[in-house]
């Protein structure tokens, strides 16, 4: 399932940033076609030369600022659709910026857990840098201080292939440069270190992985707790005590796939088949 899970990241990436195939060659402009007025499901700089697509949280901001209501309806919606339907399933099969971070992680490098307290933080991203600020002060400050994917996808071609860019270059640019080295730096060393401890779109898609349509199912009956989805498990969760569940999980499946027994199914939650239980002779001391 991780060679499907990884083809379709790959696939997913090239689908919201295919503007060198619409006649932009060359990393040097923002596309602006018809597109753009839709939000891609990942986080996906509107900026970035090659995006077709907005990006959601952005999107959000610019409303927040300068909508006539500080609110849109396109906006909510969107999120409530990809939100009930796939939940941060989002986020492990479809967020170009997510399958930066897997790459960097499979890195030769020590590797840490998060440190627990840092889980809190995309609430502080949420609600201090995509909703308050933007609505009190009028600036769209997790865009513009915080955002690596913004950094790596529109400020580091832009950089690099437009003049009209490079010569309007300050001291701002280079702190989001920094940012940007910090988060894909932890990126190798921590399981999705950008995702766990700054990215608001998570933290959103989070909230619906209790009643996603597509995710994961788990079979107590089936279960022994040897604990192997726990270990196997890349945001520390313990999938058998109800970890799938919570708004960490990002649908990888590695638990799935650990598991010896087949305890956990992936599909169509409110339609999934219950698993029969195995035989007597496979009893739970016998795993």
């Known amino acids: 399932m991780q060679v499907i899970r990884k083809i379709v990241q790959i696939v997913a990436a090239v689908a919201v940033n295919f503007s060198f195939l619409l006649g932009q060659p060359l990393p040097?402009?923002?596309?602006?076609?018809?597109?753009?007025?839709?939000?891609?499901?990942?986080l996906n700089c509107y900026a970035c030369p090659y995006a077709v697509g907005a990006c959601p949280i952005g999107s959000l901001q610019y409303f927040i600022t300068y909508g006539a209501y500080h609110f849109s309806v396109y906006i909510g919606g969107f999120l409530l659709f990809f939100g009930t339907f796939g939940g941060r399933l989002i986020c492990g099969w479809i967020c170009p910026f997510g399958l930066i971070q897997d790459l960097l992680y499979k890195l030769k490098s020590p590797k840490f857990k998060l440190f627990p307290p840092l889980r809190h933080l995309p609430w502080v991203a949420l609600i201090g840098l995509v909703i308050l600020?933007?609505?009190?002060?009028g600036e769209q400050a997790y865009c513009r201080y915080i955002c690596p994917a913004g950094a790596l996808?529109?400020?580091v071609p832009f950089g690099i292939f437009?003049?009209?860019v490079r010569s309007l270059i300050g001291s701002m640019y280079f702190i989001k440069i920094g940012i940007l080295i910090f988060f894909l730096a932890g990126s190798v060393t921590t399981f999705r270190f950008f995702c766990r401890t700054a990215c608001p779109l998570g933290l959103i898609y989070g909230f619906f992985n209790r009643i996603?349509?597509?995710g994961l199912t788990h079979d107590p009956d089936r279960c022994v707790d040897c604990g192997l989805c726990a270990k196997?498990?890349?945001?520390d969760l313990i999938p058998q005590k109800g970890g799938y569940l919570k708004g960490a999980c990002i649908r990888c499946l590695k638990c799935r796939d650990a598991c010896p027994r087949g305890c956990f199914q992936f599909g169509l939650t409110r339609l999934r088949k219950t698993i029969p239980v195995l035989p007597?002779?496979?009893?739970?001391?016998?795993?």
């Not at 600020?133 to 002060?137: K, S, V, Y």
């Not at 196997?232 to 945001?235: A, D, E, F, G, W």
């Not at 007597?280 to 795993?287: C, L």
Request: proline share 10%; with cysteine.
């Open 212 to 214: 996603a349509l597509l």
């Open 28 to 42: 040097s402009r923002i596309y602006q076609g018809s597109l753009k007025q839709v939000c891609s499901p990942g």
């Open 232 to 235: 196997s498990c890349p945001v």
């Open 162 to 164: 437009s003049s009209q």
């Open 133 to 137: 600020i933007p609505a009190l002060t």
């Open 280 to 287: 007597a002779n496979n009893e739970k001391n016998n795993p």
């Open 153 to 155: 996808e529109g400020g």
